[in-house]
């Protein structure tokens, strides 16, 4: 009954070559987030999805990029991977409307190695 | 600036002794206060969020405006408590939502 689905759990890429993370959801929920956490910090919001608004955090850097094609899937890009960009990456959603706002539901992550 | 503060890393205590686990906040609007808990190979899961004033698991948190503080409280803990525990602040209406950095509860037999 998996709810938000990240592919793949683990990813290892090399210095400067392009990665693609996914994540899928079952839910039908119209917001969809991605984080990055690394060790022993916070969870940081990087952007998120409201339906097909795009919502880049200023200070996410271009480096990173998203696409979500369809309500269900949403990817994350890294166009040149840093040995700073080593973390784990949390995909959420939640069925917010303007206004409220519900809890978001976590995938279990993709852990990023840079090599 | 918006800002979550878990001011401890890790927490232990003995089972059936009452925990605390410490959040303050700073944000100049009206937030939303949660607390997410992780358990050991599972996902970050929604433990309670302050409007709904309820009690899950056991553990109960009061947003204190005065204070700005959103402490995480069980007058039992019990092993299974045993977790990492995330605060974290929403605008009211928003989508951003702050994570504190987490702390870890121990529950010692």
């Known amino acids: 009954d998996a709810m938000v689905i990240q592919n793949p759990r683990y990813q290892v890429t090399q210095f400067g070559k392009p990665v693609t993370l996914s994540c899928s959801q079952t839910?039908?929920?119209?917001?969809m987030y991605w984080y990055q956490q690394k060790s022993s910090q916070a969870p940081k919001l990087l952007f998120h999805?409201?339906?097909?608004?795009?919502?880049n955090e200023a200070d996410t850097p271009d480096n990173f990029q998203s696409r979500r094609p369809n309500t269900s899937f949403c990817f994350l890009d890294i166009r040149s991977p840093g040995l700073g960009d080593a973390a784990m990456y949390l995909c959420?959603?939640?069925?917010?409307?303007?206004?409220?706002?519900?809890?978001?539901?976590f995938g279990p992550g993709t852990r990023l190695t840079v090599t | 600036a918006q800002r979550v503060t878990q001011p401890e890393k890790l927490l232990s205590v003995f089972k059936g002794a009452p925990v605390e686990l410490k959040c303050n906040y700073s944000?100049?609007?009206?937030?939303?206060l949660f607390w997410y808990v992780q358990y050991s190979r599972q996902r970050l899961q929604l433990l309670l969020r302050?409007?709904s004033r309820e009690s899950i698991k056991g553990f109960t948190a009061d947003l204190n405006k005065g204070e700005t503080s959103f402490h995480l409280k069980k007058p039992f803990a019990q092993e299974e408590d045993s977790a990492m525990y995330y605060c974290?602040?929403?605008?009211?209406?928003?989508?951003?939502?702050?994570f504190g950095a987490g702390t870890r509860l121990f529950v010692k037999a």
């Open positions: 959420a959603t939640s069925r917010d409307q303007t206004g409220m706002s519900y809890e978001q539901y």
């Open positions: 839910l039908n929920h119209n917001v």
């Open positions: 999805y409201y339906d097909k608004d795009f919502n």
């Open positions: 944000y100049s609007g009206s937030p939303e």
């Open positions: 302050h409007i």
């Open positions: 974290a602040l929403r605008s009211a209406g928003g989508f951003k939502t702050i």
